[in-house]
């Protein structure tokens, strides 16, 4: 409970901490991103505290996607990035679920992205995805 009650994320919902609030319901609440990477940088995050996505019950997650289109809709982006990270080396900075939404209105403006592909040999690749099946 200790960890809920010093994370911001949790004093935004709660009212504690002001934001500008984009959306609320009973598990989801969007708002504006105070360190914006461009014009209409949005956050929308479940209700329900968790450090990453796998500690948020499915039900908790169900309006995300919806929420986060509906701001790109508003916005009026047609280049934007949907973006959720999950720990320190994939670049998450508060340890409460959310998902980004950044409007990427030209190339200084937005998200950069490096995308580095690696070489994979199809039959490694056919194991990890059998791999990968059987612990789903």
């Not at 580095?116 to 040999?121: A, F, G, H, R, S």
């Amino acid at each position: 409970m200790n960890r809920m009650s010093s994370c911001i994320f949790c004093k935004i919902i709660k009212g504690d901490i002001p934001s500008f609030k984009l959306f609320e319901s009973d598990k989801t609440f969007a708002f504006l991103d105070i360190n914006p990477l461009s014009k209409g940088h949005a956050l929308v995050i479940p209700k329900h505290h968790g450090e990453k996505l796998a500690d948020i019950p499915d039900d908790s997650l169900t309006e995300l996607l919806p929420v986060a289109k509906k701001i790109a809709i508003a916005l009026g982006a047609t280049n934007y990035n949907i973006l959720q990270n999950n720990g320190r080396l994939a670049h998450q900075e508060v340890d409460h679920v959310h998902v980004h939404i950044i409007p990427k209105p030209n190339e200084a403006e937005g998200l950069g992205v490096k995308w580095p592909q690696q070489k994979i040999d199809m039959g490694e690749l056919k194991a990890l995805a059998e791999e990968i099946k059987s612990k789903m």
